[in-house]
């Protein structure tokens, strides 16, 4: 296992295009996130899966955003209608179910240009 | 009020120096789990050590050490002996019971330079 892989690494975009991105987590997590990280900050909280279903989503995560996680494999991030505020580092984790001390392993993420 | 703080926002240490990276944090739960990541400029999170709020002891991590002072809710991560390769932002991280442990809470950031 090669560990998180998020693909497309860059995404330029025209705002109010749609983009689309994929996490394919570590094989035997069943706990998968996405964060969005702007420039000079730390990552932000956006979602997360167990398995297939999804547990909890932050107030960042607008109606124009969607994930889903068919068959509690791989994962994707849909934004809709791009805006330039949309523009960021989208970082995807997983991990397994635990406690306090569960390490969260993170992908390379995907930079989100809207031009 | 910010769950994790980090009042540095840039670091300079020459190599070979120890450096400490500094990380205050809010919670009322009692129990609670503390993290250090490194991103170079690749953008990978890079995990580095874990202190839980009930570990007696310090974690330490090869040359990365957690100087974990509880009543003061501080976790300063401690690099040892500074190499090159270790130029990168840090970030400390929260985990809480809230949601079953499953999200981390980050701060904004300490960028480190290593010089020679």
């Known amino acids: 296992d090669t560990g998180v892989s998020q693909n497309p690494r860059h995404k330029i975009t025209k705002r109010g295009q749609n983009v689309t991105f994929r996490c394919d987590p570590i094989?035997?997590?069943?706990?998968l996130y996405w964060y969005r990280q702007t420039l000079g900050q730390g990552p932000e909280f956006l979602t997360y899966?167990?398995?297939?279903?999804?547990?909890?989503k932050s107030r960042l995560l607008s109606d124009r955003f969607s994930a889903e996680r068919p068959k509690g494999s791989f994962s994707t991030l849909e934004i809709q209608r791009t805006e330039q505020g949309d523009s960021a580092m989208y970082l995807c984790?997983?991990?397994?179910?635990?406690?306090?001390?569960?390490?969260?392993?993170f992908g390379q993420g995907t930079r989100l240009t809207v031009v | 009020a910010q769950k994790i703080t980090q009042t540095q926002p840039g670091m300079f240490v020459q190599e070979k120096e120890a450096v400490t990276l500094d990380c205050t944090y809010d919670?009322?739960?009692?129990?609670?789990?503390l993290f250090w990541y490194k991103q170079p400029s690749s953008g990978e999170m890079i995990f580095l050590i874990y202190?839980?709020?009930?570990?007696?002891q310090n974690a330490t991590e090869g040359r990365y050490s957690l100087n974990f002072q509880k009543a003061r809710k501080s976790a300063n991560l401690v690099i040892s002996a500074s190499q090159l390769g270790d130029s990168a932002m840090y970030f400390c991280?929260?985990?809480?019971?809230?949601?079953?442990?499953?999200?981390?809470?980050f701060g904004k950031g300490t960028m480190l330079l290593v010089s020679p």
């Open positions: 094989s035997e997590h069943n706990r």
């Open positions: 202190q839980g709020s009930y570990d007696q």
């Open positions: 899966f167990q398995n297939e279903a999804q547990l909890e």
């Open positions: 984790a997983s991990s397994l179910q635990g406690g306090p001390n569960t390490e969260a392993f």
């Open positions: 991280a929260m985990r809480e019971p809230q949601s079953g442990y499953s999200t981390l809470t």
């Open positions: 919670t009322s739960d009692p129990s609670y789990g």
